[in-house]
């Protein structure tokens, strides 16, 4: 049953050859028999799994409506409201955090029959590249146990990657989708801004957040999105537009399609990547696509501004983690201002607090003009360049990361992690819908990713794209050898 995509799990039971309880048990029991070494989740919600489980028994052989999710099982990031779950964002701060809504997400996803099997790990309140920086544990690469998952959705993907589950869902604000999703050898997907509701999704860089879903193939990912692409009355940044059809009149070949690479901006590529990011351009060639230069150049300083705005953003949004409202309490607290300042210094840790403190900076009256308002206006630029580039292209391609997946504890400087998210960032700056898509593995067999970028709110044909992508590149191997087995 884990070689089978999600589509082939619901068909299989709309055509009553499956149960949504065998389902259920089935991945619960992967879960189970994996997960002590990987460490993908952090809370398993197996009672609720298999209640929504037998409710959709019921409704099917009532003849009900069961979903077009329908019995589809789900890992949830967790910093993803659940109704009466803990939502955790990996950090002590809210081991006690009971969510009092749904997301939108879930609601969602519970009305057409998903089933949520639990939520899971990332670096804490989405802030990093590895999942090093989860409060509770790391969480490991499937293809190798001593490499990192990336992140900061290390817990979705390498969930989705050893088959424990068939979807999983992440926030990327400047990547944490498609980066982890590349170094785990599955499709993840950035949506357009705006096109996924952000309600109930814990902010992070409000400008920049989108929940985008994972997925062993790029045509779950267009199922999910038919779904979960809609608007929402609860998120002001939600776009009012009708939902799309991603699965039918599919691309059938790249002819007349053209693909803008930044040949100048990916100069200095790692030979590897380079190598397999060739391969790629290849492939998309031999099946009728135009490769044109285009120039990106200005893509240099996207991690400085992402940086800037990110930390910004993040510095506001969590000021609401006070002590008071939400969260752990300091014991050791006496007096008001007591409980804020012990409250964050214990809750918080080190790469939220670093992160905290540089977006107060970027924003104090002496030095936002420098940094803040120069950020945006670089910004700016950036999405101009992007719609240049888009008025001679369909789609731009780069590599999913400049490197494949690193050891545990191997990258010491902030600055290198902060560089992992190189060619991740420019999708959110711009707003546009961006995918990872595995393109194959480097000599040590760690995964390697393609990325495609669009035009905003071309979402249907990127996606589509990338199904064609996979289709033709056929990667012989699809699940980690270690977990290919019952
Ligand atoms: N790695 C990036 C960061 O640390 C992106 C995180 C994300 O997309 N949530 O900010």
Same mark, same amino acid.
């Given at each position: 049953?884990?070689?089978?995509?999600?589509?082939?799990?619901?068909?299989?039971?709309?055509?009553?050859?499956?149960?949504?309880?065998?389902?259920?048990?089935?991945?619960?029991?992967?879960?189970?028999?994996?997960?002590?070494?990987?460490?993908?989740?952090?809370?398993?919600?197996?009672?609720?799994?298999?209640?929504?489980?037998?409710?959709?028994?019921?409704?099917? #052989?009532?003849?009900?409506?069961?979903?077009?999710?329908?019995?589809?099982?789900?890992?949830?990031?967790?910093?993803?409201?659940?109704?009466?779950?803990?939502?955790?964002?990996?950090?002590?701060?809210?081991?006690?955090?009971?969510? /009092?809504?749904?997301?939108?997400?879930?609601?969602?996803?519970?009305?057409?029959?998903? *089933?949520?099997?639990?939520?899971?790990?990332?670096?804490?309140?989405?802030? @990093?590249?590895?999942?090093?920086?989860?409060?509770?544990?790391?969480?490991?690469? /499937?293809?190798?146990?001593?490499?990192?998952?990336?992140?900061?959705?290390?817990?979705?993907?390498?969930?989705?990657?050893?088959?424990?589950?068939? *979807?999983?869902?992440?926030?990327?604000?400047?990547?944490?989708?498609?980066?982890?999703?590349?170094?785990?050898?599955?499709?993840?997907?950035?949506?357009?801004?705006?096109?996924?509701?952000?309600? @109930?999704?814990?902010?992070?860089?409000?400008?920049?957040?989108?929940?985008?879903?994972?997925?062993?193939?790029?045509?779950?990912?267009?199922?999910?999105?038919?779904? *979960? @692409? #809609?608007?929402?009355?609860?998120?002001?940044?939600?776009?009012?537009?009708? +939902?799309?059809?991603?699965?039918?009149?599919?691309?059938?070949?790249?002819?007349?399609?053209?693909?803008?690479?930044?040949?100048?901006?990916?100069?200095?590529?790692? !030979?590897?990547?380079?190598?397999?990011?060739?391969?790629?351009?290849?492939?998309?060639? +031999?099946?009728?696509?135009?490769?044109?230069?285009?120039?990106? $150049?200005?893509?240099?300083?996207?991690?400085?501004?992402?940086?800037?705005?990110?930390?910004?953003?993040?510095?506001?949004?969590?000021?609401?983690?006070?002590?008071?409202?939400?969260?752990?309490?300091?014991?050791?607290?006496?007096?008001?201002?007591?409980?804020?300042?012990?409250?964050?210094? =214990?809750?918080?840790? =080190?790469?939220?607090?670093?992160?905290?403190?540089?977006?107060?900076?970027?924003?104090?009256? @002496?030095?936002?003009?420098?940094?803040?308002?120069?950020? +945006?206006?670089?910004?700016?630029?950036?999405?101009?360049?992007?719609?240049?580039?888009?008025?001679?292209? $369909?789609?731009?391609?780069?590599?999913?990361?400049?490197?494949?997946?690193?050891?545990?504890?191997?990258?010491?400087? !902030?600055?290198?992690?902060?560089?992992?998210?190189?060619?991740?960032?420019?999708?959110?700056?711009?707003?546009?819908?961006?995918?990872?898509?595995?393109?194959?593995?480097?000599?040590?067999?760690?995964?390697?990713?393609? +990325?495609?970028?669009?035009?905003?709110?071309?979402?249907?044909?990127?996606?589509?794209?990338?199904?064609?992508?996979?289709? #033709?590149?056929?990667?012989?191997?699809?699940?980690?050898?270690?977990?290919?087995? =019952?």
């Amino acid at each position: 049953m884990y070689r089978k995509s999600a589509i082939e799990l619901r068909d299989l039971f709309l055509e009553k050859k499956l149960t949504a309880v065998e389902i259920t048990t089935y991945f619960l029991n992967r879960i189970e028999k994996y997960d002590r070494e990987l460490k993908c989740y952090i809370n398993v919600l197996s009672k609720r799994a298999l209640n929504t489980a037998k409710k959709l028994d019921e409704k099917l #052989k009532n003849n009900e409506r069961v979903g077009r999710l329908a019995a589809i099982p789900i890992a949830i990031k967790d910093n993803i409201h659940i109704l009466d779950e803990i939502t955790t964002c990996a950090s002590q701060f809210l081991t006690n955090y009971r969510a /009092p809504f749904n997301s939108t997400l879930v609601e969602i996803l519970e009305s057409e029959g998903a *089933i949520i099997l639990g939520k899971t790990n990332l670096d804490e309140f989405a802030m @990093g590249s590895s999942c090093e920086d989860s409060s509770f544990f790391p969480t490991k690469n /499937p293809w190798n146990l001593s490499c990192v998952p990336g992140g900061s959705s290390g817990g979705s993907t390498a969930s989705v990657s050893a088959r424990l589950t068939p *979807i999983g869902f992440g926030s990327d604000t400047g990547g944490s989708v498609r980066q982890p999703s590349a170094f785990c050898s599955v499709v993840g997907y950035k949506p357009s801004y705006g096109r996924v509701s952000r309600y @109930g999704l814990v902010a992070f860089g409000s400008s920049l957040d989108q929940i985008g879903p994972i997925a062993t193939n790029a045509k779950d990912i267009g199922l999910i999105m038919e779904a *979960i @692409g #809609k608007h929402c009355k609860k998120d002001s940044t939600s776009l009012n537009l009708p +939902q799309e059809i991603y699965l039918e009149n599919m691309l059938e070949s790249f002819k007349n399609i053209k693909i803008g690479v930044p040949f100048h901006f990916l100069e200095n590529l790692n !030979p590897s990547i380079r190598k397999n990011f060739d391969a790629s351009l290849e492939i998309l060639k +031999q099946n009728g696509a135009e490769i044109i230069d285009i120039n990106l $150049d200005i893509l240099k300083y996207s991690i400085a501004v992402y940086y800037v705005i990110a930390t910004a953003e993040a510095s506001t949004n969590l000021a609401r983690f006070d002590g008071i409202r939400y969260g752990k309490r300091s014991k050791n607290a006496k007096t008001l201002n007591d409980i804020y300042k012990l409250s964050r210094e =214990e809750g918080f840790g =080190e790469e939220v607090k670093k992160r905290i403190m540089l977006g107060t900076y970027v924003l104090s009256s @002496g030095y936002k003009n420098a940094y803040y308002k120069k950020a +945006q206006k670089v910004r700016t630029m950036i999405i101009k360049a992007f719609a240049d580039a888009f008025s001679t292209c $369909d789609f731009v391609c780069t590599p999913a990361t400049p490197n494949t997946c690193f050891e545990f504890d191997s990258i010491k400087n !902030p600055i290198d992690m902060y560089r992992q998210d190189l060619f991740t960032v420019p999708a959110n700056i711009a707003g546009i819908p961006a995918i990872s898509i595995p393109s194959g593995f480097d000599k040590d067999n760690k995964p390697i990713a393609f +990325q495609m970028f669009a035009p905003q709110l071309h979402d249907v044909r990127l996606v589509q794209a990338a199904s064609l992508f996979e289709k #033709k590149i056929n990667l012989k191997l699809k699940i980690p050898p270690l977990f290919d087995k =019952e």
